[in-house]
Structure formats: C-alpha cells, structure tokens
C-alpha cells in the first residue's frame, strides 16, 4: 500500500490513518525509521527496558514462594495437557 504525504518546513510528516491503524498507532507513541538501500521503514518503537522499569509495582512474595507457585503452575499445566 503506498500513500503520498507532505514534508512540512520543520521536517513533519502526518502518517496517513490507515497505516496508523495498522499499526496500532496512538498519539504519543514513539515510531522508528530505519533506512537501508535507500529506503525508509517505518515501524512501531516498543519502549526499552529502561522505560519501563517501575511502572510495575514491586510484589513482596519470597524468593521460595515464588518457585512455589511457578512448579505449581507448570504441574497444571502439564496436567491440563497430558493427563
């Protein structure tokens, strides 16, 4: 699918709204441009690691607990599967 846009004086583009759909794209999302061979790709950006960190509360459960819940978890879902 091709669509035509116009480069404004700052440099701006608008992304047409179909891409923007199908990308999945919401105002301020971040979006990368890789160029190879002359060509431009536009791709949706996930954000680092770095971004991330702490938007998740921390849960107070130890370490032991933890292993606990995941061997459980993986028994059932093994018991789901093949039992």
Known sequence: MAQV???TSKGQ??????IRDQLGLKPSDKIMFSLE?????????Y??????VGSIP???VPMK???????????????????
């Open 5 to 7: 846009t116009t480069l």
């Open 13 to 18: 583009v608008t992304i047409p709204k179909e």
């Open 37 to 45: 061979n002359g060509h431009v790709t536009l791709r949706r950006a």
């Open 47 to 52: 954000p680092a690691l770095e971004e991330v």
């Open 58 to 60: 921390a849960i107070d």
């Open 65 to 83: 607990e933890w292993d606990d819940i995941v061997q459980d978890e993986a028994a059932q879902r093994y018991a789901d599967k093949f039992l």
